[in-house]
């Protein structure tokens, strides 16, 4: 379903907002890459993915929440500002490989037992749209129409969906069998 709603929103946005029409070139070259991304997901994600450690319990909702909201705020300003302040393309790309291989670190404490944890992936992804959250309203202030709408009903939305998460499970602790002394 998610997947279906954004290629809906691609497909209206390249046709009915904007004016870029890229060449058959461009878009064979893009589905080249996507389809070598896909191959190669499908051929090193899972080894690479299991070599990462996960010794360590997850931290809070909140930890996670604090993490998805500065990953996208640093990619932001990583991917936004650096070329703008002149910084060298090979610097900001290795800046933003370390802010992404940290942010993979994190998550993948929760990878073990995804229901356990589910308010902590919850939390990184709602702490992601949180920065789009804070973005909208700046937006707002600065002359966009709509976008403090946007943020709001976005806000309400997580919250609603964070209450519906399952709680993380606590495993409860193992039974011993009771020792009573000899007679």
Do not use: C
Request: proline fraction near 8%; avoid cysteine; charged fraction near 10%.
């Amino acid at each position: 379903m998610s997947i279906a709603l954004l290629a809906g929103a691609t497909v209206f946005i390249n046709i009915l907002l904007t004016p870029y029409r890229p060449s058959v070139w461009h878009l064979l070259g893009a589905a080249a890459a996507v389809a070598f991304l896909v191959w190669a997901a499908k051929k090193y994600a899972g080894p690479l993915w299991a070599r990462l450690p996960s010794r360590k319990d997850p931290q809070s909702p909140r930890v996670y929440a604090l993490a998805g909201f500065g990953f996208l705020m640093g990619s932001f300003l990583l991917y936004g500002g650096g070329p703008f302040f002149g910084v060298i393309p090979a610097i900001t790309i290795l800046e933003g490989a370390a802010v992404l291989v940290g942010v993979m670190l994190l998550v993948r404490r929760t990878s073990d037992d995804p229901a356990r944890w589910a308010r902590q992936r919850f939390a990184f992804v709602a702490g992601a749209t949180g920065f789009l959250i804070v973005l909208a309203a700046f937006l707002e202030l600065a002359g966009w129409r709509g976008m403090g709408v946007v943020g709001a009903a976005f806000a309400f939305l997580l919250i609603r969906w964070y209450r519906r998460a399952p709680a993380a499970i606590i495993p409860e602790p193992p039974l011993v069998a009771a020792s009573f002394p000899g007679p």
